[in-house]
T-cell receptor, first 112, second 110 residues
């Protein structure tokens, strides 16, 4: 069964560094999302992406964040200058025509 | 503010028990997801509903659009069902993204 994949599974970085989280959505899906889950809290929507542009973004998704689909398969989330409070699990998801969301396994980001 | 509420927050059951987890939401939705999150963190979609009832194995999900309420039932619960169960909704007036409840932590004791 097709699945969403994410790399790396765990990323440790120092405060102020840039990180890029990578996702490979399911190949025929058209909508892509990033969510995050701070430890012990609920999953929060960050951004959705369709037709090579952002379609919705939350208040969390400020100028430090950006997304890109650099080729036909990858979907990336970049955090320009990480802060301690960016430490979280980041989930990528994609949907096809039925709009059911398929989630990746997540990337645990630890900012020290 | 649009809200998704789940109850109970925590649930402990004996193996074999019938389990119900509830989700209520504040305004109209176009779809509702029930998701399972295991201790390792990964999220698995169990059901997506917009009306009625769905069944998969020992899992049953129902939704009442008028009452803005959904339930997830687990029949003949098993220790491997221990996980966090999350309700997520897509509001009528937003895009295709989902908004999540805080989850129900289920522990099934042998």
């Amino acid at each position: 069964e097709p699945e969403v994949t994410q790399t790396p599974s765990h990323q440790v970085t120092q405060m102020g560094q840039e990180v890029i989280l990578r996702c490979v959505p399911i190949s025929n899906h058209l909508y892509f999302y990033w969510y995050r889950q701070i430890l012990g809290q609920k999953v929060e929507f960050l951004v959705s992406f369709y037709n090579n542009e952002i379609s919705e973004k939350s208040e969390i998704f400020d100028d430090q964040f950006s997304v890109e689909r650099p080729d036909g398969s990858n979907f990336t989330l970049k955090i320009r200058s990480t802060k301690l409070e960016d430490s979280a699990m980041y989930f990528c998801a994609s949907t096809g025509g039925a709009y059911e969301q398929y989630f990746g396994p997540g990337t645990r980001l630890t900012v020290t | 503010k649009n809200e998704v509420e789940q109850s109970p927050q925590n649930l402990t059951a004996q193996e074999g028990e019938f389990i119900t987890i509830n989700c209520s939401y504040s305004v109209g939705i176009s779809a509702l997801h029930w998701l399972q999150q295991h201790p390792g963190g990964g999220i698995v979609s169990l059901f997506m509903l917009s009306s009625g009832k769905k069944k998969h194995g020992r899992l049953i999900a129902t939704i009442n659009i008028q009452e803005k309420h959904s339930s997830l039932h687990i029949t003949a619960s098993h220790p491997r069902d221990s996980a966090v169960y999350i309700c997520a909704v897509r509001w009528d007036d937003t895009g295709n993204q989902f908004y999540f409840g805080t989850g129900t932590s289920l522990t099934v004791i042998p």
